[in-house]
């Protein structure tokens, strides 16, 4: 892997934004505008689907929402209820087929379903399933689901949709779309959030809250774990189809994922992260000169950190904003080039000065390691590193891209192993009580956040293989 | 409809071509050339699945072979084995979604399914499979025959492929790859041709041999009506899975779809239109001073015409050889141009002259209507017209795109109304008896040919309703 | 150079198609179908530029016609006048900024300009030129004439044309658009065609026939060698810039490059291309069972030469026609695949026969190689070659693409050394005198075709060289 | 225009930025790299030209620099000596013909020109220029460059440049290309930045310093305003080709334009858009609960303003990163989203919240007042707007596009009309005094900035037409 590849893989990724809307006249064009808003949630590929009385229509393809839907894509997609996905774009297989939603027609008519999140035990579902003669079309776990459904033995969509449910472990936000009805759901902890909103007389789901404000919708609630709701012409209906279980919010939508803007359960991620950094300033204080951030993500931390200990906030890293897919990778000869390409330093910010570089996760520490080296080269005295989340040493099976866990530096090296490998003169990370004292939450055990990256406590059954590409 | 959509509709529409190859180390590469040689049996989407070993590689998009396949996209279908399709491009619904191969993983592992033909029970059979949970994500025929090849219950693919195909009835040639198996086969009345050939240690199957030629594949013989042949490490292997049915063979096959340089069935194409064109000049002879073919389909049939009556073949109409799918259409001011922005008449050859418009099928008659404009406009004092077959006067249920009944103007009109209708100086019609002729067949009601377009005699029953668009 | 590629040059190519129209409302559109008509004559860059009182609007890009204007980029080019040009794709030097029409301003206002053929001088002019300081953004001859416009005395734009063109030595077919004028003209001999139509109150120029006859525009007449022909608003105004030289059309376009129902110079291309077969016929008879021609610009004289001999003629070769340039190369182990995958032998018309097979022109005799190979494969039993024009031995400077005179086999070979290089039984070519009478002409020396390429005198002086490219 | 419209136009726009190198392997893809960190100074369109002993090559195109030479398209850009320029999306004409670099032939042999900046004399040049004969193929001042340089009296090029440059009025760098050198300029004024640096023995230069950290290269100078570069084999030689002028460089590079990285003239962007906030804080100091800055250029100076009043500041504002040029515009349906679509207020920041919004510039105030509203729906309880430039009253003539002078609000309203205007509670503009005290400047009147577009004194004379376009 080169350079800048390891510079791109050096974050955790999400998988999916989903968003769905009932009852207005212009469903395609808000959905576009939704997934525009989610689109930090995945960009690899983009779909809506939409009903209009009988029909279902729906397009979706690779790229970014702007390009899939160019030209006057949206037109033909009529109708007053919609559905739609965006999804992250992993290194290797980018795949139509496996793009959302996913859309299909049973003995009980269309059904378009779009997706976040991921099951633990798919590959076994999937099994159960090709053994009763199901076939698979795509290597996606919402395919499994669809089976499911269409195997209900009850008389309406939304019962066999609850009891599929009821066999799903894992993490999922789930936006269905039937020729009269839009369901959403989230799975039982909770693990992926999903918000509800009000716009005039319609209703509207989205993975995040940012979606709302961008459609001028008005938020409502987020959707319970564990909780369905059934939008139809008679309304909202809302049911539980599990038992409470120990909810298990996903930390890192807070920690990176999300958007600053968005609120997921109650908390604003800006506010969340910017208290993130105050804690961590703290927890392992340092003499400097001056905080950075290390764009975009870090930004709100960084500032939090900088206003604890009364330290300078600068702009010490600038990002290019312009860039696409189809960058040119640097040759053999210039790949010393690496993470420059993408972000500078501010010579003037950082030449003299003790810096403290406040980033939000560390994962392979590639990327550290070159910005370290980055700041010195522009006259940076010393550098500390301050990452806001604790090391991430396990693999997440919910739904986000964690690399191999044998990628994961922190899995194999100690903090100060890892100190020595960026090159930091020194190198502190947030604890986990830090981390959940941000939400007012003590007892670390019995809370509510899934922080299992951290932890390696699941909170559902993980089995053997997640992974559903024979 | 404007007048250029007329003109392009006014044909017969294949509805797919099928290749697959086994035992090949460039088996994708040889899969692409034998889809540009079946191109002319579909040009709205491309598709090749391969395997290599367990794994099975596929890409399928919009578009023609050239396009689909521009850039290094074969470079991922790794493997020995290959299986390729084309399909037409109907007007409305283009699709990728119903782009073929049709790939999916069961039980029984993955599979990748190449369909020509069309089902008339497919309804029928999927309202089967929906009531026992099955979902369809395309609205092709194909997907039924996965479902049910799926829910088999023998040991081996092979079998319950061949269980499977019991059930079907209507016109298919299937080509199907699995993990280590190529299946070619052809429907119990042998509707749609299928061959197969050698190439060095390799098998080779196609809808049309001018693949084989394409590749350099050696013609070994047709695949029979009813047979299943099975390719693996262990060589070929043939068995019939139905009952010696009669056999009949698609007449448009020889008429308008398949490529002049194939033979099928034992007759190359060029010939029988050559000999259709004999037979007609003898059934329907004319004075005239010269006979034209309406290209690039009625050229056989219309040097076969001249040829007969000793009157002088001439190249009186000109294709443009570059139309596109980007083509603009004229604007309401220029409507006029119609047919002549795609075809031309050689003034110096048809003026003064008595022409004799040798065209191969006349389905709506608004293109024909719009040719003997344009010869008279070139100076031509009389036009009369041979089509070189009988009358379109009923919809096909087995693969071909004919259009809806109403619009078949030989089932509203006489052949007096149409001729009054085309302008025309005279018109004649090849019949049945002389059709068959060609291919020595005398006994109408108990040949090999599928002549229900003709006839309205369906080899098959037929199912009130084809279409699995709800 | 690869099979495939050798196949593609082993025709001369034209380099360009020109389209004037002055004085309709729909100009842009009609322009658009116009080089739709002339694609032939070039696939590797498209323009239309049109003027719409003071302002003028001009687009051009690589592609064909269908795709440099698809989309809605015909609405912007608004106006009453228009001027179009398609160009020839070379193998290498595809680049937008030589793509016609040159559109550019002087201090007499704008100008369009679209120009077939070659200035044998324009290297000289060149020099000349940026001695006294004007710089060249393109490689086009074109813009050599642009700017002696320019620099003209003259208070007109007319004028100023008047007196560059008497500066320039070479083929040229051009069509000029000023704010308020089209001025079409050709060089003094005529070597490249132009012609002239009316549509309603609308004057049209272009280069073939066939272009008027798709826009539905009557013909009037070819427009002279030596003339100027002025349209505006008061009318059409025709006048010499030239005293009378020989006239010297270039034969090739009626052998090779012109659309088959276009007329030239009063000679329909078809009917001389048969004409060309029948002498040919009776200059070099031959015992055979069947004439095939190689598609599809010899099969007009394959008609002629069958006839003439009393042979059946019949389609022994067939042509893909969906070949498109995105086409994939065979691989270095498919090489052998070669010209097939473009052309393809109908075995059952030539296995056991001899056959005739006739060719417009030979240039650097690898695909007749490959095509006699694959004749004989199919079983022809002889392969008899005739060739409707004289071998060609000389280069073309008058704005046809021969290859390096090195490359021209007839220039390093006996007829007999070519016969052995193909394989044929039997190779023969028309000679001069023969071609000629075709046209009614007589006397070799002074007839009013241009033969440089067949016999090395050039009806114009010839300059070193002729590249503009540094 | 609509609302989406409006804010993208609602901002002063740069023309281009440019970047040179010589002496190095790798000078296409480092001119690649360099480019990409310019591309915030246009986004239309991009090219690069690059000279390989006796030949130059080059390729521009509409689009990101990423989408520009996407593929392979860099590798035939062959040679150690490169030329490349970005240009700004304008509205309307966006037309490959004005991408830059500029390439020509002329006498003295290849050159390539890439132009940041406007010439206020252009007009009047071309049509000297066009007296004399000379034509012109784009509606770029560079045009006008190069037909000066081609008619130069002198033996090299560099002495013709020169004397060239000695004509021109108005702001402009100019990097220039030879077959065997590169030249760089600034104009007599310094209004355009550029910028020298080393990479190893290659010279390098740029209109900002950013390239020469995203590519590794060492600053050493800004280039002098009057000063004339040679970069050849022999090394670098430089010279003044201009009377020392008042040096007049334009404040808005350090206000909106630049990078916050980059160093021009001494001063890092950053830091002075910092040390603005702060000045304008001290000269109109509000109570307030929170600072926001406009994204992305008024962050540092809102964390200014914010620090100097011990304010805190906040993330108020996200701005959607994914936008692009085939965005959807919001139906009429839906125009009501406006400036929602890009931007959105984080609710939990301003709720309840006096509210302080920095911005750098306010030119037509249509988006000011929409970011009001905005926070205002957030529950901002008060919105007082400072910024952090003074009014700007009129155009600009020196490569700048301001709107027309009757569309820039300051040069209608008074200060507290536009308050009302834009809803604020308060409004504040930074002084020129201010503004200039950042420099250490104090006499406005004599001063070494340009700030004609807020006080109408123009360093240059200002002819009465800019425009080139007819």
Known sequence: MDEWMMHCSDKLHEECGVFGIFGHPQAAQLTYYGLYALQHR?????????????????????????????????ESLKGTASVGHVRYSTAGASNVANAQPLVFSFRQGNLAMAHNGNLVNARQLQNHLESQGSIFQTTSDTE??????????????????????SMLKGGFALVILTDDQLIALRDPQGLRPLALARMGD??????????FDTIGAEFVRDVEPG????????????????????KALCTFEYIYFARP??????????????????????????????????????????????????????????????????????????????????????????AGKRVVMVDDSLVRGTTSARLVSLLREAGATE??????????????????DTSA??????????????????GADSLAYLDEEGMLSVFGVEDVTHHGFCNACFTGKYPTDVYPSRSLER
Do not use: W
């Open 144 to 165: 499994v689901v669809a089976h499911l459904i269409a195997r209900g033995a009850f008389p309406t969509i939304a019962e066999n949709v609850r009891v599929s449910l």
């Open 261 to 350: 803007d968005s609120d997921i359960d109650g908390f604003n991620v800006h506010m969340v992260r910017k208290q993130l950094g105050r804690v961590l300033a703290r927890q392992t204080p340092v003499e400097a000169d001056v905080v950075i951030g290390v764009p975009d993500s870090s930004i709100s931390a960084a500032i939090g950190f900088a206003e604890e200990l009364a330290i300078p906030y600068e702009i010490g890293l600038i990002k290019n904003k312009y860039s696409g897919r189809t960058f040119i990778q640097p040759s053999q000869d210039l790949r010393s080039l690496g993470v420059r390409l993408k972000l500078n330093a501010v010579r003037k910010i950082v």
């Open 383 to 400: 550098v500390h590193v301050r990452i806001t989340s604790p090391p991430v040493k396990h693999s997440c099976y919910y739904g986000i």
């Open 202 to 211: 319609a209703y509207v789901v989205a993975s995040e809250t940012c979606a």
């Open 42 to 74: 995945g960009q690899e590929s983009a779909g809506i689907a939409t009903v209009d009385g009988l029909t279902m229509h729906s397009h979706r393809a690779m790229g970014l929402v702007t390009e899939v839907f160019a030209g006057n894509r949206l």
């Open 227 to 246: 909780e369905m709701i059934i939008i139809d012409k008679a309304g909202l209906h809302s049911e539980r189809y599990a038992s409470s279980a120990k």
């Open 405 to 422: 866990r044998e990628e994961l530096i922190a899995a194999r090296k100690t903090v100060e192993e890892i100190q020595e490998f960026i």
